[in-house]
């Protein structure tokens, strides 16, 4: 499985931004999907993941409110719309899938085997 993310860039606090992480090689409807986010000097962390059918969604609280996660399984992509930007949530945004997820490790970062090679999100102040 080949991820590849897109969508990232430059924009002023309280702006939006929607991320995209296209999924080749197998059937996209099989993987739970997941973004997760590394600031500079920081580790990275998990900030939201979807099921494999999109009915179920999960938010890290510093997210929740302004992020939304979602999936078009027929167009092999999972989307991030991020609003209410600020300043904190600059980072590389990374995209993530895996068919062995479960409730217990679907915020577990060690859990995803397939990974994106990232989006830089800059939010100016």
């Known amino acids: 499985v080949q991820l590849q993310a897109s969508g990232g860039g430059l924009v002023q606090a309280g702006g939006s931004l929607r991320l995209s992480c296209a999924v080749s090689?197998?059937?996209?409807?099989?993987?739970?999907a997941t973004w997760l986010r590394q600031a500079p000097g920081k580790e990275r962390e998990f900030v939201a993941a979807?099921?494999?059918?999109?009915?179920?969604?999960y938010y890290a609280d510093s997210v929740k409110g302004r992020f939304t996660i979602s999936r078009d399984n027929a167009k092999n992509t999972a989307y991030l719309q991020m609003s209410s930007l600020k300043p904190e949530d600059t980072a590389v945004y990374y995209c993530?899938?895996?068919?062995?997820?479960?409730?217990?490790?679907?915020?577990?970062?060690?859990?995803?085997?397939?990974w994106g090679q990232g989006t830089l999100v800059t939010v100016s102040s």
């Open positions: 090689g197998r059937p996209f409807s099989r993987y739970t």
């Open positions: 979807i099921s494999k059918s999109g009915d179920t969604t």
């Open positions: 993530a899938a895996d068919n062995a997820i479960g409730l217990a490790t679907i915020g577990i970062r060690s859990a995803y085997r397939y």
